[in-house]
């Protein structure tokens, strides 16, 4: 048993998503959040920014106690998972498009991927897609945007839209049937996307799949926890706002 908290870090707020799928299947941990809102997003920075900012953030989190590592965030874990693991010794679990179970179930042969466009030109992204995609059709878009607006607060409404229209729009004339959210921050946003297309494709994101292993990490490693009054700690080193809007008033925030 280890009562120590989970981390969890992400360039900002779409690592709540991988948040909210961890406390709900391991509801005995603590748990410690960090944002990283003031160098969001990662998306468009280079594969050496985004690994020294990944490196800060699992410092900053084991520094604090953390027994085990969850990088909610696609363009981080497909940018420096590898490096991560081999830089600590504690269990570091990562967070990928999935895009596998879209090329398992597709019917039509096509699968749309939106990701930041450090997750499309990562080594890891690839290598999945080839693995599972070699005989389906993936049309790939970069959400260039959407991370800032969501980051600002911006969860609805006619400018997110828009910009959804442009990124979702080739896929629907591809006749997609699955549309892989690949970035943590897009399921903050999927009824504006549901709204886009149409009810015949399936949206999968995630943050259920980023749970159960996390699950199994902590049970082979002897690492659970047994909190019966699990805490929850958010720090964030920029501006809180979005985080305050999309939590509970009840979780603590601690800006630094
Ligand atoms: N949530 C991050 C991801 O999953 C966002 C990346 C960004 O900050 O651009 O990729």
Known sequence: ?????IGIFDSGIGGITIFKSVQELLPKENILYYSDNLNSPYGNKSKKEIQDLS????????????KIIVVACNTATTNCISLLRKSFKQPFIGVEPAIKPAAINTKTGNIGVLATKGTLNSNLFSITSNDFC?????????GDGLVEMIENGILNGIEIEMLLVKFLSPMIKSNIDHLVLGCTHYPLIIESIKKILPDSVKVLESGGAVAKQTKK??????????????????????????LKKILPNNFKINTI
């Open 1 to 5: 048993m280890n009562n120590a908290p």
């Open 55 to 66: 490196l800060k953030n699992s410092n900053w989190l084991l520094d604090k106690g953390c």
């Open 134 to 142: 070699s005989k389906i059709n993936i049309i790939e878009k970069n």
């Open 217 to 242: 990490i902590i049970m082979d490693n002897n690492i659970i926890g047994n909190n019966t009054n699990p805490t929850y700690n958010f720090y964030c080193n920029g501006i809180d706002n979005s």
